[in-house]
């Protein structure tokens, strides 16, 4: 069955970097894309970014760029996201997920089928 | 930047018909995706594609694209159902999230 386990709990001080990790389990890891998505404590889903496994390429919101380094290592079916600059409002719950995305009837489709655990990350002096 | 929307908050009584609606920009032409998130759990997809379930969600939710609107129908609401629910859509390499709909089932 498909699994994608992260990394645990992170306290870090403002403008400290974070880096999460997601391992993929359960099918191919290089054939789908991998998302991030955040949410702050009472708040919506947030989007971060993608990251496809076979090359390393990936994008990401505007809101972080400059900010956020999505990577990946294939022999351990592992993603990563790391973001730096970290302040207070970017304390938050983060997930990765699995991305399903192609065309259907002419239309694209992009969506997560699969989410991780989360990680809570805290930032605080 | 393209913005979907959704109310902040539906309630509806246990057996009764709870709808949630997402509103953008000629979102007719897309596809709409809708997830459920109960309260410190990851977020599960419950609708893609506009009306498809995926394996192991039940029959009572449904989805419907009409114009500008997207719909997630929970029939038959069930205690369990009580969650915050989000639609997303894609537009311009961009992933949007509704801000979400809390369903207090009452």
């Known amino acids: 069955q498909v699994q994608l386990v992260q990394s645990g709990a992170e306290v870090k001080e403002p403008g400290a970097s974070v880096k999460v990790s997601c391992k993929a389990s359960g099918y191919t890891f290089t054939s789908l894309d991998i998302n991030w998505v955040r949410q702050a404590p009472g708040q919506g889903l947030e989007w971060m970014g993608w990251m496809n496994p076979v090359g390393g390429s990936s994008g990401s919101a505007q809101k972080f760029q400059g900010r956020v380094t999505m990577t990946r290592s294939t022999s351990i079916n592992t993603a990563y996201m790391e973001l730096s600059g970290l302040r207070s409002e970017d304390t938050a719950v983060y997930y990765c997920a699995r991305a399903q995305r192609g065309y259907d009837s002419g239309t694209y489709l992009y969506y997560f089928d699969y989410w991780g655990q989360g990680t809570l990350v805290t930032v605080s002096s | 930047s393209y913005e979907v929307t959704q109310p902040h908050s539906v309630s509806v009584s246990p057996g009764q018909t709870a709808s949630i609606t997402c509103s953008g920009d000629?979102?007719?032409?897309?596809?709409a995706y809708w997830y459920q998130q109960k309260s410190g759990l990851s977020p599960v997809l419950v609708i893609y594609?506009?009306?498809k379930r995926p394996s192991g969600i039940p029959e009572r939710f449904s989805g419907s694209n009409s114009g500008n609107t997207v719909t997630l129908t929970i029939s038959g609401t069930q205690a369990m159902d009580e969650a915050d629910y989000y639609c997303q859509a894609w537009d311009s390499s961009t992933v949007i999230f509704g801000g979400g709909t809390k369903v207090t089932v009452l």
């Open positions: 594609q506009n009306t």
């Open positions: 000629k979102l007719g032409n897309k596809y």
